[in-house]
């Protein structure tokens, strides 16, 4: 058994620990962070932190053609701070990509709510920045012009959106190629893109639906270290869903373990790691997350 702290961006000062999974299927009721830190602000007579999202008691069913019901969510129940990085990871089928698209305003909970930044959730919102797992370029637009389509959508002063562009364009190591079209990049080029794109109007949420899914694994790797180097520059809070239990280990400050559908979370496992390097994935304490979680999931059934 790992003691697992909640890593220091978390919820202000707080240090908590709680008991890293080693057996399958905790309840779902984990704590959350920004709950601690609130009793511990009130405590010193401070107001509670207002976490960067919140889903409350949140219930999806979908109609489907022949008629029947198809339920992708339930209660599903959790928060997340300002500057979290948290990962999602189920079986395919399991609601992750409904619950993402809850939480960028594309599609509504059956029953249940979603507040972003202390306020009920109603509709996209030029603060969340959603990244698929295609960028789904524009082939006619350069790479610059592709950056810039949701600020020219939103209406924004084109040389202060254009200044952003080449920033974000620089810090997703694509300098240089602004005058090229999407045909002459590679797949992990063009996927940087894409999460340049989500970063032009400055979100505060940034979403990312198996971003990495169709790259190989080596640009994989170097694309999640060049995420997380992101994550430190920006502040900006994430969520991220994928297949991969290593990358959900790798990138997660925790990680949201679903059950198969109806989709429930049923852990939420903070990650406690010396180092977000690719030598830590080696250690036996990143191997001790990746098996707990393989556990749950196969105890769950979603491994079949
Ligand atoms: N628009 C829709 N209409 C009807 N059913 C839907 C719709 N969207 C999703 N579903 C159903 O909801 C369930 C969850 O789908 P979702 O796409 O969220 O799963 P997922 O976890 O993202 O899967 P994957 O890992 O394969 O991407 C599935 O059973 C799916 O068939
Ligand atoms: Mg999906």
Sequence with gaps: MIKAAVPAMNAGALRRTVDAPSHP???????????????????????????????????????????????????VHFEVARGEFVTVVGPSGCGKSTLLRILAGLDFASRGHVEVGGREHTGPSRDIG????????????????????????????????????????????????????????????????GIARALVNDPLLLLMDEPFGALDAMTRESMNVELLKLRERTGATIMLVTHSIPEAVFLGDRVAVMSPRPGRVTQLIEVDLPARTLDVINTERFGAYVSGIRSNLNASGGLD
């Design 130 to 193: 959603v990244v698929f797992q295609s960028p789904v370029l524009l082939p006619w637009r350069s790479i610059l012009d592709n950056v810039l389509v949701p600020a020219q959508i939103q209406g924004r002063d084109p040389k202060v959106s254009r200044e952003r562009a080449m920033h974000f364009l620089q810090l997703v190591g694509l300098a240089g190629f602004e005058t090229k079209y999407p045909n002459e990049l590679s797949g992990g080029m063009q996927q940087r893109v």
């Design 25 to 75: 299927a905790p309840p779902a009721a984990a704590a959350r962070p920004s709950d601690a830190a609130g009793r511990e602000a009130q405590a010193l007579g401070a107001a509670p932190a207002i976490p960067a999202f919140r889903f409350d008691h949140l219930h999806k069913t979908f109609r489907s053609k022949d008629g029947g019901d198809v339920v992708a969510l339930q209660d």
